[in-house]
């Protein structure tokens, strides 16, 4: 039996629209199929910029996330680690430090999006990064970069000498 038009909802013949969010779903699906998986995605700076650009530049909300890596480099974990709101998030370093022994690490990338726009790292960022390598090279693991991702730019504290 076929139903009446009135029968249906007055949406149920028109399309889905694709968002931007939609459409950063897709990328980076079709990213991590072609390279075997997010961890395989991330054996270049450059690389780990795009994907992290790609993960996080849309959100309206900050959210602070740790690469973990073994000795070799290679990708342990990449790990959301906290959310905050549309201009901060809390970082606490003892768990940023517990995480790292959890996950045997040797090293780490910390990355964090600004929903501004913006990817000019603040002086609270820059505090930041500063008090989590001190903290983390106690326990011996070493902070090899920290990403500020804008919406069309990502910030490396390691490309321009601030580590």
């Not at 969010?21 to 991330?42: F, M, N, P, S």
């Not at 901060?88 to 995480?99: D, F, H, L, N, T």
């Not at 600004?114 to 983390?136: Q, V």
């Not at 970069?145 to 000498?161: K, L, Q, Y």
Request: hydrophobic letters at 40%; glycine letters at 4%.
């Amino acid at each position: 039996m076929k139903a009446r038009s009135e029968d249906r909802a007055p949406y149920a013949d028109v399309p889905s629209a694709n968002t931007d969010d939609d459409t950063i779903r897709q990328a980076l699906a079709i990213l991590e199929r072609r390279l075997g998986g997010a961890k395989d995605v991330l054996t270049s700076p450059q690389n780990a910029k795009d994907y992290l650009r790609l993960k996080t530049a849309a959100l309206e909300h900050e959210v602070f996330m740790c690469v973990w890596l073994d000795a070799q480099n290679r990708v342990i974990d990449i790990e959301q680690m906290f959310r905050g709101t549309l201009t901060q998030a809390s970082v606490y370093p003892r768990e940023v430090v517990k995480s790292a022994l959890a996950k045997n690490a040797a090293s780490v990338m910390f990355a964090h999006n600004h929903p501004s726009g913006s990817p000019t790292p603040s002086n609270a960022d820059r505090n930041l990064t500063r008090d989590l390598k001190a903290a983390l090279s106690l326990v011996d693991v070493r902070v090899l970069d920290h990403f500020v991702i804008g919406a069309s730019d990502v910030f490396s504290f390691a490309e321009r000498g601030y580590l």
